[in-house]
């Protein structure tokens, strides 16, 4: 049986939310990219708040803010990040951050352990303070982020990494990034899956000459070899996707770039996404058949970005969805996430969930990304419940 519902104050929540998007706030938008000045003095102020609410804070030498309850375990971890795109939206990883904070706050009886990730969006290396935690090798992201650390004051802190036996699972709550809550009228979502994703850049070579005097037959176009490749590509993607399969070309570099002269290059980026490691084995068939079978065979780099699809933890999906039902009946659904989260890291080491409210207009990692007020606090609340629930069952 679900527990029942846990009332958050939602007034608190929001007034955290404003204050941490004054940190680097531009207009509407937000300026907090990772050891930037904005998001290390964000990171301090989190510190404090943690503290005022009664947990154990610590900033360690990357900037990953943690809060551990005093209460003894088993806990249940939850956040998300709070580093933002060069100019991204004020909800995007924050809102799990201040979600978990109220939490806690709601719960303080309970283990609950509060984290704000670092570099989540890449400024760096991506996904820093997760990787870190879950005891990835962080000796070239030490190297690359020295100085900043060093400005920080936070040079020589350990790295925080996870604490053996004491968490019974995680839950990243965040807003949905996309537009598929709103427009099926549903206020909350739970994650089943977190998308693979795959990237390969792929350069086409050609003869650079006149695009006035070469005659057709006599040409050697980068520009149309790859929009051939890109056009057979997409056919071959369409039949080797699933339902929930994306694919983009998100970068087209020709050169020299003049309209009066044929390219005799072409620099490309190819991505796809889906939760099922089966399809993205398909769609990788699919890429390597159209290299192969480009009548101008283009230079593949390896694989410039792979991750791998994440499964939700079963038990953790249902306390969310007990929860979910319990603070919005009928009001819900179950879903994939189609963007990458620090979730998709922390799920290799412990049982692991999310939890969605909707995004207005589907608009995300840019400005004018909101979410409702009451939904932000509908989904703190359906967070509180589960980890209620979850806490209360059998050690």
Known sequence: ???????????????????????GADGT??????????DVAAREWLAERFTAAGL??????????????????????????????PLGGWLDGAYGVICA??????????????????????????????????????????????????????????????????????????IEQ???????GQRLGVVTAIVGIHQHRVVFHGRRNHAGTTPM????????????????????????????????????????????????????TVQYRDPDEAVLARMDEAFHAAVTAAPKRPDVAAMVYDVQPAQMDAAVQEALADACEATCPGGWRRMHSGAAHDA???????????????SIG????????????????LGCQAVATAVAGLLAGPV
């Open 101 to 174: 904070l109220e939490v806690a706050r709601a719960l303080p009886g309970l283990a609950v352990d509060v984290v704000s990730w670092q570099d989540e969006e890449g400024t760096f290396d991506g996904f820093v303070g997760s990787r870190a935690f879950t005891g990835h090798d962080m000796t070239a992201d030490l190297a690359q982020m020295e100085a900043g650390s060093r400005a920080a004051g936070w040079w020589g802190r350990p790295i925080l990494r996870a604490e053996p036996g004491r968490y019974r699972a995680c839950i990243e709550p965040h």
């Open 29 to 38: 938008g937000v300026r907090r990219q990772a050891l930037s000045p904005a």
């Open 217 to 268: 037959d006599l040409r050697d176009d980068a520009a149309m070899a790859m929009i051939r490749f890109v056009h057979d590509l997409d056919a071959r993607f369409g039949t080797a996707a699933g339902p929930d399969s994306v694919w983009t070309v998100g970068r087209i570099d020709v050169e020299p770039g003049a309209a009066s002269i044929i390219p005799d290059r072409a620099d490309i």
């Open 178 to 184: 996309g537009g598929r809550l709103e427009a099926g």
């Open 362 to 377: 589907g608009v995300s990692h840019a400005a004018d990304e909101d979410t409702a007020v009451a939904d932000l606090a």
């Open 344 to 358: 998709q890291l922390l799920a290799g080491l412990m049982p692991t969930g999310m939890l969605f409210v909707p």
């Open 1 to 23: 049986m679900p527990a029942a519902p846990v009332a958050i104050d939602a007034d608190r929540l929001l007034a955290d939310l404003h204050t941490l998007r004054s940190f």
């Open 56 to 85: 154990q804070a610590s900033i360690d030498v990357f900037g990953t803010v943690h809060g551990r309850s005093p209460n003894p375990g088993p806990a249940i971890l939850i956040g998300s990040h709070s580093d933002t795109q």
